[in-house]
T-cell receptor, first 114, second 114 residues
Framework: DGGITQSPKYLFRKEGQNVTLSCEQN?????MYWYRQDPGQGLRLIYY???????QKGDIAEGYSVSREKKESFPLTVTSAQKNPTAFYLC?????????????FGDGTRLSIL | GDSVTQMEGPVTLSEEAFLTINCTYT??????LFWYVQYPGEGLQLLLK?????DKGSNKGFEATYRKETTSFHLEKGSVQVSDSAVYFC?????????????FGQGTELSVKP
């Protein structure tokens, strides 16, 4: 079955530590996205990528970094510069990154601070 | 800028009741509109979409009509089930949004009692 796989499901970060969240898709989609979800709020865009080796900042990119070395992979690093990292992180992809194409989501990674 | 406003939750209904979740939007261009559903601990699933004015999206008994004159995309279902309990998100992607970025409402939690 095609889909998006996020790992791990739960992640704990110590103060001053960088952590990396994995996102892999086998849908052959060109565009990939990272969103952050806080309780009682909608999703906010962190970064997105429409093509390999290229990505753009979203609305809340500070304290995060990404890479897109392969079409199927779009890992997100939460750096120590992100002062409030506790949240639910969702990865998504779409076929061509166009406005009329729906995005498909993974099951998320819940990040907590120790 | 573009925005989406949903009715506040939680919404509590009895099984077989009629459901309406209001969604209005502000957009500078020609948006596509989406409804996503999130079950506890999971990612988002596309429920339905509409890409131009007067389009009606439908899936699993849910419907929503793209009303440009009232800038609305209200979600309806004639008879809800306990299994419909989830959080529902309205979202838009504007034609001039680079990368097909989604703008989300804050989500509406639905609880259906037997």
């Amino acid at each position: 079955d095609g889909g998006i796989t996020q790992s791990p499901k739960y992640l704990f970060r110590k103060e001053g530590q960088n952590v990396t969240l994995s996102c892999e898709q086998n849908l052959n989609h060109d565009a990939m996205y990272w969103y952050r979800q806080d309780p009682g709020q909608g999703l906010r865009l962190i970064y997105y990528s429409q093509i390999v080796n290229d990505f753009q900042k979203g609305d809340i990119a500070e304290g995060y970094s990404v890479s897109r070395e392969k079409k199927e992979s779009f890992p997100l690093t939460v750096t120590s510069a992100q002062k409030n990292p506790t949240a639910f992180y969702l990865c998504a992809s779409s076929l061509g990154g166009k406005w009329n194409q729906p995005q498909h989501f993974g099951d998320g990674t819940r990040l907590s601070i120790l | 800028g573009d925005s989406v406003t949903q009715m506040e939750g939680p919404v509590t209904l009895s099984e077989e009741a009629f459901l309406t979740i209001n969604c209005t939007y502000t957009a500078t261009g020609y948006p596509s509109l989406f409804w996503y559903v999130q079950y506890p601990g999971e990612g988002l699933q596309l429920l339905l979409k509409a890409t131009k004015a007067d389009d009606k999206g439908s899936n699993k008994g849910f419907e929503a009509t793209y009303r440009k004159e009232t800038t609305s995309f209200h979600l309806e279902k004639g008879s809800v089930q306990v299994s419909d309990s989830a959080v529902y998100f309205c979202a838009l992607s504007d034609y001039d949004n680079q990368g097909g970025k989604l703008i989300f409402g804050q989500g509406t939690e639905l609880s259906v009692k037997p």
